[in-house]
T-cell receptor
Framework: SQQGEEDPQALSIQEGENATMNCSYK?????LQWYRQNSGRGLVHLIL?????REKHSGRLRVTLDTSKKSSSLLITASRAADTASYFC?????????????FGRGTQLTVWP | GAVVSQHPSRVICKSGTSVKIECRSL??????MFWYRQFPKQSLMLMAT?????????EQGVEKDKFLINHASLTLSTLTVTSAHPEDSSFYIC???????????FGSGTQLSVL
């Protein structure tokens, strides 16, 4: 299969709680990205973390990367109902065409008001 | 930010007909665009890499005669599903690398239903 695998496949939480999603991948990468998809729509880029970085923040998002374990996590703090969406990690392959990304199966996050 | 426009958003067609999907970068030049296919609650599967002025590079298992890709200008790539059959029904999404080349900007997708 193409690179990434997320878990859990589905996550259901209350507003205000934190949501953590994990991603594992298979090969050496230059960077790992997280995207969000609302149902029936295209994807929106959230955050990019490079292979030499261990943690990155953007607003309520926190991403970690462990290249030794080939895994990443996305933490959404103080979740809101509007955060309900599918979240995908995507990796490139070292030496591959720039922008050629492989996506995991995604985590469906539901945030209840 | 970079905007990618994809049309149509939804198409219903009869089996055996061909369907063309357009992907345009509106405010930037995209030398490389990508086409993905997505089944319900599944991941995006990369179908092909579309390069302006040259032939597309298809992923293993994707029939190039079935899914014709044309990238005639720096702002437009088209995917034509030829002789569509019900098993081609899916959500097709295009993307383009924005300035800098690492992040992808996605179109809003096309839901294809073949009857």
């Amino acid at each position: 299969s193409q690179q990434g695998e997320e878990d859990p496949q589905a996550l259901s939480i209350q507003e205000g709680e934190n949501a953590t999603m994990n991603c594992s991948y298979k090969t050496s990468i230059n960077n790992l990205q997280w995207y969000r998809q609302n149902s029936g729509r295209g994807l929106v880029h959230l955050i990019l973390i490079r292979s030499n970085e261990r943690e990155k923040h953007s607003g309520r998002l926190r991403v970690t990367l462990d290249t030794s374990k080939k895994s990443s996590s996305l933490l959404i703090t103080a979740s809101r109902a509007a955060d309900t969406a599918s979240y995908f990690c995507a990796t490139d392959k070292r030496g591959s065409t720039l922008g050629r990304l492989y996506f995991g199966r995604g985590t469906q996050l539901t945030v209840w008001p | 930010g970079a905007v990618v426009s994809q049309h149509p958003s939804r198409v219903i067609c009869k089996s055996g007909t061909s369907v063309k999907i357009e992907c345009r970068s509106l405010d930037f030049q995209a030398t490389t665009m990508f086409w993905y296919r997505q089944f319900p609650k599944q991941s995006l599967m990369l179908m092909a890499t579309s390069n302006e002025g040259s032939k597309a590079t298809y992923e293993q298992g994707v029939e190039k005669d079935k899914f014709l890709i044309n990238h005639a200008s720096l702002t437009l790539s088209t995917l034509t599903v030829t002789s569509a059959h019900p098993e081609d029904s899916s959500f097709y999404i295009c993307s383009a690398t924005g300035p800098g080349g690492e992040k992808l900007f996605f179109g809003s997708g096309t839901q294809l239903s073949v009857l």
